[in-house]
């Protein structure tokens, strides 16, 4: 058997801000500098449970609903800023200049996997922790539901 060359060229790097995301994000950071490939950054505002009540079920929107929404927005806006600051702070400003940094809301699996094929990603780049034996031994649900619904390869990076 030949061995194949393995090149990337866009690597998704996703997190929800876990105590470990910066080591994460240096894996993704290091593989991307390797290959010489684009890295894009995506924090996911799971907004799953408010979208479900709205459409899916089919609830008129109540006030609270509307503000939910309205939150999710400037969460949105501002967000952004606050991830351009974590990374330079973290990585110097450098390093966000070569980044694509994405805020997007909805369901965390159904964006991750959408925006990795939009983007043409040929790696996606996860962290998971598990501190206690039952999470030691199960994987988180997102990083469970993206590495089983990808097509692409996803690199899980666990514990650091």
Not at 44 to 57: C, G, P, S, Y
Not at 84 to 96: E, H, L, P, R, S
Not at 118 to 135: H, N, P, S, Y
Request: aromatic share 8%.
């Amino acid at each position: 058997m030949q061995v194949t060359e393995i090149t990337y060229k866009h690597i998704l790097y996703t997190t929800e801000f876990s105590e470990t995301w910066k080591e994460v994000f240096s894996h993704a950071l290091g593989i991307a500098k390797q290959y010489k490939a684009k890295l894009t950054f995506l924090y996911v505002l799971n907004t799953e449970l408010i979208d479900l009540l709205t459409f899916d079920v089919g609830l008129e929107r109540l006030p609270s609903i509307d503000k939910k929404f309205t939150e999710a927005k400037d969460f949105t806006t501002n967000t952004r800023k606050k991830i351009v600051k974590k990374i330079t702070d973290a990585f110097g400003k450098d390093c966000v200049k070569d980044i694509d940094i994405l805020v997007e809301r909805g369901n965390p699996v159904k964006i991750i996997l959408n925006v990795a094929e939009e983007k043409e990603c040929d790696l996606i780049v996860m962290g998971f922790k598990g501190k206690t034996a039952l999470e030691d031994h199960t994987i988180g649900s997102t990083v469970n539901r993206v590495l089983h619904r990808s097509k692409l390869p996803v690199l899980v990076i666990h514990n650091i």
